[in-house]
């Protein structure tokens, strides 16, 4: 029999909570709302203890303080983590879709006998049981699914959530590790950290997004210049990246970044399921294209059907005015 609490397993960088952990907890938030139950936040190892406090959302914060959970190893992980949720007994536990998440997760899963559901965007307390819809193919099949026993382990998609602001300082238990741990057969080697120097386009509040319709390399500079000047920073679809056009750490999707800019401002780009994975936690979406049928057009919120390479130039000069004249 399980408790209504809702489990968080948390990633932490630089003794801060990662975005996709604050995301958790705004989900598990709402979930608990529903079940009646706390939210707890599990922090595994000593480097991230420091995030503890950070984890805002949490009801309570368990660190499991012990080096050799400091870098990601799947035989100590899954050995603490089979402890606490045998000794927790929770409803869900959320995992966030990340290279540890998709690892971990299934192998729990497994130890466990537990249902696992992968690729998460919607999780919901129906009657008795969680209502669940996993992203499939990409995003082209949605599958609605039942689970009617706990703990659910589930793996939920970057952008799913929105962090919450409450509760904004959790209770913090620090705890040896309850098992005796080894160093797992497999072992951390190095972080290879993404190319310096170019844009952070997951920290953007404005984001121009390029895509096939912008025709040639030429036309970039028109879109680099409206992005400019709105203050926002360039990003593109798959296609553009594979041009070389602009570098891989600006791609947006699926096998790209994960974006959620207050504007994003889609030029000549069609909407694939696999782009639009990588956008969906963004506040405002205006579409350009050319094509009315363009399923960009289902999520974004404005949309035209003008020519991206008329209308740019013209709104990068209106915006210039405006500012000069402000
Ligand atoms: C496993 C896998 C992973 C993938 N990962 C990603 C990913 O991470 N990110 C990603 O983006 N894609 C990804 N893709 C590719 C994805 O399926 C699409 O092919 C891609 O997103 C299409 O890019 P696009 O919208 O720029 O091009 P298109 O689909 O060709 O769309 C171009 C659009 O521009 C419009 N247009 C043309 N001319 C103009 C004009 N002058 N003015 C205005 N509009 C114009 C057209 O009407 C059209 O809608 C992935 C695919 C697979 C199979």
């Not at 952008?159 to 705890?175: C, I, K, M, N, Y």
Request: glycine share 10%.
């Amino acid at each position: 029999m399980s408790t209504p609490n809702i489990l968080v397993l948390a990633e932490t960088h630089d003794n801060t909570p990662a975005d996709i952990t604050l995301e958790l907890l705004g989900g598990a938030r709402q979930l608990a709302a529903a079940t009646g139950g706390q939210v707890v936040a599990i922090v595994l190892g000593q480097a991230g203890s420091a995030a503890a406090e950070k984890m805002v959302g949490a009801d309570r914060v368990v660190v499991i303080e012990d080096a050799t959970l400091d870098a990601y190893s799947p035989g100590p992980y899954l050995a603490v983590l089979e402890h606490i949720l045998t000794l927790e007994s929770p409803r869900a536990v959320l995992i966030g879709s990340t290279t540890v998440g998709l690892d971990v997760g299934p192998a729990l899963g497994a130890k466990l006998d537990a249902p696992v559901v992968g690729n998460c965007l919607r999780i919901e307390k129906q009657d008795d049981m969680l209502s669940v819809t996993s992203s499939l193919c990409g995003g082209k099949i949605l599958a609605d699914v039942e689970v009617r026993r706990g703990p659910a382990i589930l793996m939920v998609l970057p952008g799913s959530f929105h962090a919450t602001d409450q509760p904004a300082t959790p209770e913090v238990d620090r705890r040896a590790s309850p098992v005796p741990l080894e160093p797992g057969r497999i072992t951390f080697d190095q972080m290879i950290l993404p190319e310096a120097g170019d844009v952070d386009i997951t920290a953007q509040d404005i984001l121009v997004g390029v895509g096939r319709g912008i025709q040639q390399e030429d036309n970039m500079e028109v879109a680099e210049e409206l992005a400019e000047a709105l203050g926002g920073a360039l990003c593109a679809s798959r296609p553009i990246v594979d041009q070389g056009w602009l570098p891989t750490t600006r791609q947006v999707g699926k096998s790209g970044m994960t974006v959620k800019p207050k504007l994003y401002l889609a030029l000549g780009i069609s909407g694939a399921p696999e782009h639009l994975e990588g956008m969906k936690g963004t506040g405002l979406v205006i579409a350009v294209n050319t094509d009315p049928n363009a399923p960009i057009f289902d999520v974004a919120q404005y949309g035209t059907e003008l020519d991206l390479l008329d209308l740019a130039p013209e709104l990068t000069e209106a915006i210039k005015t405006r500012r000069v004249a402000t």
